[in-house]
């Protein structure tokens, strides 16, 4: 199993600094890249202080240039809000600045508050995300495009520069419903999923259904199986519950666009109590010390999960949270390490 940094800024403080944020995310994906992690994960999100990234091609192209080879996935970009015309040059250009370590990681868009501010209803966002992967892949793969369907029209045109490979960088899809799972993987996607929290069934579904369109893809391509959680490394049961609570509060303000009223003042979602009991919720997370993260991650592997994308980042302080990545590096990562001599396993 392999272990990725999610790089999601959680800002809940302006006078912070957005500068300063992202030096923290930075120095973690810098980290990260020495301490042997798979992967840094870049979550896009616009408009808000909560997992605020506006520009995710942008910061993978300056992570690419100060790490050596940790994998940049982005976690996902937004196609409906883009104009693919345009992103399938930008893709180019970042794969090419990464030299090769990009995976594009793509999807809807999950919070109204965001998609209807920009423009885009949330009815609407299925169907324009399908259309809009379509023309990037035709885009990425071909040639002389021309498009005429429901969102897109236009006659002859080629991307320019060409993809170093056919088809551009590797694409993860995020899905969460198993049967969208199962759809993605039988098309050679790599797929990034979250469980619903506490729901142990529900996440074995998913699996299930991941390995059945894997199965049914055969030989014929690659594919994995992603897994995003809430998770940090802790010394001592006073610091798990500071956490525990932490994380707790973060996701209320989460929840409140993700499905909620969407309650956002002057850029800064507010914190919303939440139904879940604070218990429940700590069962779910990856949040504890170093047996109790061992056991639960070695559930997770039994599974059949391939990647697993902690986010350690949801308000806690910036060397604390760099302490929590080499701590979970140094005494967690080496139970689930593979027998390969180069230390890099393709993703």
């Known amino acids: 199993m392999k ?20 030096q923290d995310m930075l120095a973690q994906a810098v980290l990260a890249d020495r301490l042997g992690f798979d992967s840094v994960t870049i979550t896009e999100h616009h408009l808000m202080n909560c997992l605020m990234m506006p520009a ?47 995976l594009l990681g793509v999807g809807r868009g999950n919070f109204p508050y965001e998609m209807e501010n920009l423009g885009i209803p949330m009815h609407e966002t299925r169907e324009r995300f399908d259309e809009s992967l379509a023309v990037l892949r035709a885009l990425l793969n071909e040639e002389e495009v021309s498009w ?42 790599h797929v990034q999923t979250t469980p619903q929290p506490g729901n142990e069934a529900f996440l074995r579904d998913q699996v299930a259904a991941f390995n059945r369109g894997k199965d049914e ?53 507010r914190a919303l109590p939440r139904r879940q009991p604070i218990d429940q919720l700590a069962k779910s997370l990856l949040i504890g010390m170093k047996q109790e993260m061992i056991d639960k991650l070695a559930a997770y592997d039994e599974m059949g999960v391939d990647r697993i994308i902690m986010n350690v980042n949801f ?26 001599e180069s230390g890099i396993v393709a993703a």
Do not use: W
Request: with cysteine; charged share 20%; hydrophobic share 40%.
């Open 148 to 189: 005429d369907g429901k969102y897109y029209k236009f006659g002859p045109i080629t991307v320019m520069p060409r993809p170093m490979n056919p088809g551009g960088p590797q694409m993860m899809m995020a899905a969460v419903n198993p049967d969208a799972i199962y759809h993605c993987a039988r098309q050679g996607y």
């Open 56 to 102: 995710p091609l942008q910061f993978a192209v300056k992570i690419a240039a100060h790490t050596e080879q940790i994998r940049i996935i982005t976690a996902i970009t937004i196609l409906p809000i883009r104009d693919m015309r345009v992103f399938a040059g930008e893709v180019v250009v970042a794969d090419i600045f990464t030299e090769g370590r990009l």
């Open 217 to 269: 893809l055969g030989g014929s391509g690659e594919t994995s199986l992603t897994l995003l959680r809430v998770g940090f490394m802790c010394h001592s049961e006073m610091e798990k519950r500071e956490r525990i609570q932490m994380a707790h509060s973060f996701l209320g303000r989460f929840e409140n666009v993700y499905g909620g009223p969407g309650f956002v003042d002057n850029g800064i979602v």
């Open 315 to 340: 308000g806690c302080d910036p060397h604390e949270t760099m302490d929590s990545i080499q701590y979970f590096a140094e005494e967690v990562m080496p139970h689930f390490a593979k027998d390969d």
């Open 3 to 22: 272990f990725s940094i999610q790089l999601s800024a959680d800002y809940p403080d302006k006078s912070y600094g957005g500068d300063r944020v992202y």
